[in-house]
C-alpha cells in the first residue's frame, strides 16, 4: 500500500492534485481500466480537503431519498438558478446535478469512502424558490486513521485550532456535546469516551486518529486509492503541461521528470488561493490595499491554471466573486507573526454576539452565511471589523479560537488577540472606535434582541440562521442582549476558503480554450475548474461537492465508460 519508489515512465490517466477531486478522478478511471498515477505538490496528500469541513451539497442524494426526504433535480436547478443568476451555465449546472446522486452511489459501492447525510442542514438562502431544508449536505463518515498504516503520516493534517488536546477532531455533533459536557451527563459521558480514545491515541501517533469532517473525506479516498494500487507522489510540483500538436499528452515536474499520459492529464490542484499577485487582479478589495487572508493550503499558487493557460486554456475572471469568503481573525503566535483562523458557523449566529466596523456600528447580519458576511464587509468598504461579546456569550459560546467554558482563556487575552473591557464606552476605547457609536450600537441591539426581533439587519429571521444559533435561546436563537458585563471584542479580515474563478471545461470537464473548443486531452476539476456556483455560495458543501462529482465525470469519460460498473 506504500508509494512507488518513482513515477514510471508512462500512465493512462496523470492526476495532478490529491485533495477530493483528484482521487474522486483517479479513483473513478482506476475502476474503469485505466493505469492512474497522481502527483501532488505538496509533501502530504489529501489537499484542500484534508483541512475543510468536509461537508458535501449533492441534491436528490441517494442517502435523503432512502430516508423518505424529497428532492429533485427541478428544485435544485430553480435554486441554484436563483443564486447565480444570468452567470449560470446551464450545461454545467444539469452535468452536476443529474451526475451527483449516481456519484455518490458509485463510491459508496466501489471505495471506502461512505456517507451520512444531514436531516436538517437548511441551505444558506432556505427563503428563495427551490431550497431545502436538510437532506442535500453529505459527510463522510468518521474514518479510522489507523487503517492506513504507514500511509497516515502523509495524510496532510487539520487545522491545529479545530482540534483539541493534540489534535483530536470533533465533528458537529461531538461539538454539541462538549459545549454542554457540564450540564448534560450524556454529554459528559461522551466526551469522556473520545478523550479516552485521544489518549490511547498519543501513546502511538502524532495526533489523533478518529478523523472527521475533511480529514475522513481525505482519508477513506486516499486508503481507497492505495487499495486500488494508485500511486500518490507527493513533492511533485508540475512545472508545466507536454503536448503533441494541441494535444496534451503528460507532464513535466518541477524537478524536470517528464511523465507521459496515454489518456490525458487532469488538473485538481486546489485553485490559486496562496497566489497573492493574482488575488490583487482578481479581488477587488485586495486591489484597493485590503488585507486578506486565506485558508487554503500554501502550496495551492494557482500553477496549473498558469501551465493551462500557456497552451491556450481560458482563465474564467468573471464570476461575481473570486473566492469562496470567510472573515479571518490572525492568532498571535509565541515566536512573532500569528496564524489566520475562520470564523465559519461556531461564534456569528450566537445570542449575545454582534459585528461592528471601525465606525463603532453594525453593517451586516452576523448570521448569515461566512460567504455573505465578508460580502457585507467588502460591499461597506471595511478592511477589518470587530466581532463583540458578552460575558456570558464568551463563556457559553466561545469566539473564534476562545473556547467556551470551562476551557481558560487568558492566554488569548495575554497574547492580545481578545480584548476585555468593563464597559461598552472602555472597550471602544481600547479598540479605536468611537465610544458613543458602540455605546448607541449596543444599546439599540440590546433593545431589539429582548424582543427577539432584529429590526436593523434581521439576524435570526431565517431557518439556516436559527439552526446556527441556541435552540435553548428564546424567543430567538440568535439573539440576547450584550448585557454581562464584561465585554469582549475580536478583530477580523476578509479571507477566503477556496478560490471560485478557474479554467473553463464543458459538460465532461474537459478544458476549453475561449473560443469554447477543446484541448484533447486535458480535464480539470476542484477549484481548477472554473465554479458551477460562478462566485455565489449557496449552501454547505458547494465546493466538495461538485469536485467530487466532476472527479467522477473526468474519471468515467477518460475511462471511455458511460454509465457505472
Not at 507521459?260 to 486591489?287: C, D, I, W, Y
Not at 473564534?400 to 464597559?423: E, I
Request: glycine residues 10%; neutral net charge; proline residues 7%.
Amino acid at each position: 500500500m506504500s508509494q512507488a519508489a518513482k513515477p514510471a515512465d508512462a500512465y493512462d490517466l496523470i492526476v495532478v492534485g490529491s485533495g477530493a477531486a483528484g482521487m474522486a478522478a483517479a479513483l473513478t478511471a482506476k475502476i474503469g481500466g485505466l493505469d492512474v498515477a497522481i502527483f501532488e505538490k505538496d509533501s502530504c496528500f489529501g489537499g484542500s480537503t484534508a483541512v475543510s469541513g468536509g461537508a458535501i451539497w449533492i441534491p436528490n442524494n441517494p442517502l435523503m431519498r432512502a430516508a423518505g426526504m424529497e428532492d429533485d433535480a427541478d428544485a435544485a436547478y430553480e435554486y441554484l438558478s436563483g443564486e447565480v443568476g444570468n452567470l449560470i451555465d446551464t450545461d454545467l449546472v444539469h452535468a452536476f446535478i443529474d451526475a451527483g446522486p449516481e456519484m455518490v452511489t458509485f463510491f459508496q459501492e466501489h471505495t471506502e469512502l461512505q456517507f451520512e447525510y444531514r436531516a436538517f442542514s437548511p441551505d444558506y438562502h432556505p427563503d428563495r424558490p427551490g431550497a431545502a431544508m436538510g437532506g442535500r449536505v453529505l459527510d463522510a463518515q468518521t474514518f479510522d486513521g489507523r487503517r492506513l498504516g504507514k500511509e497516515f503520516a502523509r495524510l496532510k493534517p487539520p487545522i491545529n485550532d479545530f482540534t483539541l488536546f493534540g489534535g483530536m477532531m470533533l465533528n458537529r455533533f461531538d461539538i454539541g456535546h462538549f459545549m454542554n459536557m457540564t450540564r448534560k451527563p450524556a454529554s459528559a459521558w461522551h466526551a469522556t469516551k473520545l478523550l479516552a480514545r485521544q489518549a490511547r491515541d498519543r501513546l502511538s501517533y502524532s495526533r489523533g486518529t478518529r478523523l472527521t469532517l475533511g480529514q475522513a473525506v481525505a482519508g477513506r479516498m486516499a486508503l481507497s486509492a492505495l487499495q486500488r494500487g494508485i500511486p500518490i507522489f507527493t513533492d511533485m510540483a508540475l512545472e508545466r503541461l507536454l503536448t503533441d500538436g494541441d494535444r496534451v499528452t503528460g507532464i513535466e515536474t518541477r524537478d524536470s521528470t517528464r511523465v507521459s499520459a496515454r489518456h490525458g492529464v487532469v488538473l485538481a490542484t486546489g485553485g490559486f488561493p496562496a497566489n497573492a499577485q493574482l488575488r490583487k487582479e482578481v479581488m477587488p478589495h485586495v486591489a484597493h490595499g485590503a488585507p486578506h487572508y486565506s485558508m487554503s493550503p500554501k502550496p495551492a499558487t494557482g500553477q496549473a491554471i498558469t501551465a493551462a493557460q500557456e497552451i491556450g486554456a481560458h482563465f474564467v475572471t468573471t464570476n461575481r466573486n473570486a473566492g469562496f469568503w470567510a472573515p479571518v481573525s490572525l492568532i498571535p503566535e509565541a515566536g512573532g507573526g500569528s496564524r489566520p483562523f475562520p470564523h465559519l458557523f461556531l461564534d456569528r449566529a450566537k445570542p449575545g454576539v454582534i459585528a461592528v466596523s471601525p465606525q463603532g456600528k453594525r453593517f451586516v447580519n452576523e448570521a448569515v452565511s461566512y460567504h455573505d458576511f465578508v460580502s457585507g464587509m467588502n460591499g461597506a468598504g471595511l478592511a477589518e471589523a470587530w466581532l463583540i461579546c458578552d460575558h456570558r456569550a464568551l463563556r457559553r459560546y466561545g469566539l473564534g479560537p476562545v473556547r467556551p467554558a470551562p476551557a481558560p482563556y487568558r492566554h488569548h487575552l495575554q497574547s492580545g488577540y481578545l480584548k476585555k473591557a468593563d464597559t461598552p464606552e472602555a472597550l471602544a476605547a481600547l479598540i479605536g472606535v468611537p465610544e458613543q457609536a458602540l455605546s448607541s450600537t449596543i444599546e439599540h441591539f440590546n433593545i431589539d434582541a429582548a424582543r427577539g426581533e432584529d429590526h436593523e439587519f434581521g439576524k435570526g429571521s431565517t431557518a439556516y440562521q436559527t439552526y446556527l444559533g441556541d435552540a435553548d435561546n428564546r424567543p430567538n436563537p440568535c439573539l440576547r442582549p450584550l448585557d454581562k458585563a464584561p465585554y469582549y471584542a475580536v478583530r477580523v479580515h476578509p479571507g477566503d476558503i477556496g478560490t471560485s474563478m478557474g479554467l473553463a471545461v464543458d459538460s465532461h470537464a474537459r478544458v476549453l480554450r475561449e473560443d469554447r473548443s477543446v484541448i484533447p486531452g486535458l480535464y480539470a476539476c476542484g477549484n481548477d475548474m472554473n465554479s458551477i456556483m460562478a462566485g455565489t455560495y449557496p449552501g454547505a458543501g458547494i465546493t466538495l461537492g461538485p469536485a467530487l462529482t466532476f472527479g467522477y465525470i473526468v474519471g468515467r469519460h477518460a475511462a471511455g465508460v458511460n454509465k457505472s460498473p
